[in-house]
């Protein structure tokens, strides 16, 4: 069964810091996602990323997020200056064109 | 007014019941996906559809394109049953769009 795996699980960061949450997808996909879930609300959309470059993003993906897949496997998302309200889940899924959605076990994010 | 809607928000049964949740969108899409998220937090991708009808083991999904709907049915619920559904819409341009979830609760 293919997975997609994220690391780390949780993350606890100091306010203003930078973190970087990691994501490999499954390696024949081409379409990735990464979105969030802030505690008690439904999952929202961040970026979706096809062919390395951004191909949508949201409003909630400001100058602060970015996405790169740097060597073809890993996928990664940048918070650059955390602030209180990025706590939250964040998930990464990977889809194959018209076919069943993977997603990982999500990084839970809390900013303090 | 939500691109995508579910209802009911909350639904709790007894074990045993058929359950029945039900999805309506606004846009045009590609496909449509049924989810399931346990406590805790993971999502577990339960089915994709274009049209009609899959099954699989207790559970049914439906989507009805014209009327832009989708249901997801649960024979013989069971407490492990016990999740959040969520439904997500593919867009012609590809994102996943979600709806707010249906927390069920199973009781033995």
């Known amino acids: 069964e293919p997975e997609v795996t994220q690391t780390p699980s949780h993350q606890v960061t100091q306010m203003g810091q930078e973190v970087i949450l990691r994501c490999v997808p499954i390696?024949?996909?081409?379409?990735f996602y990464w979105y969030r879930q802030i505690l008690g609300q439904k999952v929202e959309f961040l970026v979706s990323f096809y062919n390395n470059e951004i191909s949508e993003k949201s409003e909630i993906f400001d100058d602060q997020f970015s996405v790169e897949r740097p060597d073809g496997s890993n996928f990664t998302l940048k918070i650059r200056s955390t602030k209180l309200e990025d706590s939250a889940m964040y998930f990464c899924?990977?889809?194959?064109?018209?076919?069943?959605?993977?997603f990982g076990q999500g990084t839970r994010l809390t900013v303090v | 007014k939500n691109e995508v809607e579910q209802s009911p928000q909350n639904l709790t049964a007894q074990e045993g019941e058929f359950i029945t949740i039900n999805c309506s969108y606004s846009v045009g899409i590609s496909a449509l996906h049924w989810l399931q998220q346990h406590p805790g937090g993971g999502i577990v991708s339960l089915f994709m559809?274009?049209?009609g009808k899959k099954k699989h083991g207790r559970l049914i999904a439906t989507i009805n394109i014209q009327e832009k709907h989708s249901s997801l049915h649960i024979t013989a619920s069971h407490p492990r049953d016990s999740a959040v559904y969520i439904c997500a819409v593919r867009s012609e341009g590809g994102k996943l769009i979600f709806g707010q979830g249906t927390e069920l609760s199973v009781k033995p």
């Open positions: 390696s024949n996909h081409l379409y």
């Open positions: 899924a990977s889809i194959q064109a018209h076919l069943e959605a993977f």
């Open positions: 559809l274009s049209s």
